[in-house]
């Protein structure tokens, strides 16, 4: 693996890169930061947790020449990522400081408008809220010399196509764009071709494998113990941080509620129903140490960057099994190990299949010793026969 000095990265980033502590390159980064700093443009591919932020800011960060106009956009398709790109583009940009302003929704707009009054250099943004700022006419693009386009697949799950479109439109053809999207299905790649100028695609290992670190367990139950089942795996689980994520917002209230009785447990929840300062507390407190459990619905499982997370637990066997590695991608980051529990149903027996097909792996079933289970089939040996498996599917070169 190269050095950071290697890749071609200048003085006062190299000096903030030794203040964070990393030794050496993730793959990804010593993929694209050399590319980067050509000016090539990048599409990338990666799994959560790689240190894509750094692969895509340190750059940038290096190439940013003292301006008064904005130089560099990142999209995020949330305001926890948002906020969380912030903060790691402010220490990656400590010995060269910048003006990095954040906009997101689910706050006011003056403290927005005043910052964006005071020349920023880097806007990090979620899509709707600086449309908002753009239509004001509180900001212009023009000068935008760097674009990133991050959790492409995720922007557009969420119904952003549209005014990331609107977005690009205003920022200057001669721009470097940096497009990072974990899977690319057919219309990110129409927005790829149109946004980028002959791009060199980053891949880093099988798009499809979580961590490697992560162990993984389906814990089999009939539906009327599925909470009983979750309450008893909490409180057996020896756990520093545990994330458990549900498929609605009712789940999520109903599961933190029934937490909140077990001893030793402080839950939080995350959801988009929770007003945003509430969100951000519970978000700080889950990494703080405040909070041990945080239950959280989809919006939390894409890309934070929360270390220490030992335990995931599915309260469902997720729809999409992309969501599947996405919400496992919690634990197991920065190579320590976690473990990802799954409460499976039988009528999630197709999904936990997918999963399975997904990931090319069988996940082990396991029963909770001293757990009274009522009799379901789902608890006899291997009921589920995994069918023959798919010839993996064809690795996209790797560079
Ligand atoms: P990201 O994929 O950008 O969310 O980064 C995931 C985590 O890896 C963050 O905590 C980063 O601070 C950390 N990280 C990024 N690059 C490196 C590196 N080269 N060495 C060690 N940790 C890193």
Not at 329 to 346: K, M, N, S, V, Y
Request: hydrophobic share 35%; charged share 25%.
């Amino acid at each position: 693996m190269p050095s950071f000095e290697d890749l071609g990265l200048s003085g006062p980033v190299l000096r903030a890169i030794a203040r964070t502590g990393y030794t050496e390159p993730t793959p990804i980064q010593a993929q694209a930061i050399p590319e980067a700093l050509q000016g090539r443009d990048i599409v990338g591919a990666s799994q959560t947790g790689t240190g894509k932020t750094a692969a895509f800011g340190l750059p940038i960060i290096c190439q940013m020449q003292p301006s008064t106009r904005v130089q560099c956009l990142v999209l995020e398709p949330t305001r926890e990522l948002a906020a969380q790109v912030e903060d790691q583009m402010n220490v990656f940009s400590y010995y060269k400081p910048l003006n990095v302003v954040l906009l997101h929704g689910g706050v006011g707009y003056g403290h927005q408008i005043e910052a964006l009054e005071g020349k920023p250099d880097v806007i990090i943004a979620t899509p709707g809220r600086l449309l908002d700022h753009l239509e004001k006419g509180n900001l212009d693009l023009s000068e935008v010399k760097f674009l990133v386009l991050d959790e492409v697949d995720r922007m557009l799950d969420m119904g952003f196509l549209p005014d990331v479109k609107r977005i690009i439109d205003q920022c200057p053809s001669g721009r470097q764009t940096q497009f990072f999207s974990a899977t690319m299905p057919g219309a990110i790649q129409t927005l790829a071709n149109w946004a980028l100028k002959d791009p060199i695609a980053v891949e880093i290992g099988e798009r499809r494998s979580p961590a490697e670190t992560v162990s993984h367990a389906f814990y089999p139950v009939g539906m009327d113990q599925r909470d009983e089942l979750i309450v008893a795996l909490v409180e057996k689980t020896g756990f520093e941080s545990m994330m458990i994520f549900t498929r609605t917002k009712k789940e999520a209230d109903s599961l933190l509620a029934r937490l909140q009785d077990i001893e030793g447990t402080r839950p939080t929840a995350l959801h988009s129903d929770i007003k945003q300062s509430d969100r951000t507390k519970a978000l700080q407190g889950f990494r703080d140490g405040t909070f041990n459990i945080i239950v959280a619905t989809d919006i939390a499982a894409r890309g934070l960057d929360i270390s220490g997370v030992t335990h995931v637990i599915n309260y469902r066997v997720p729809e999409n099994p992309e969501d599947y590695v996405h919400r496992i991608g919690r634990t197991g980051r920065a190579q320590q190990e976690g473990d990802a529990f799954t409460i499976l149903t039988a009528d999630e027996l197709e999904n936990a299949r997918s999963v399975e097909h997904f990931i090319e792996q069988k996940i082990e079933r396991r029963k909770l010793e001293g757990f009274d289970y009522n009799y379901t089939a789902l608890l006899e040996d291997n009921p589920t026969p995994l069918r023959k498996k798919r010839p993996p599917a064809p690795k996209r070169r790797k560079r």
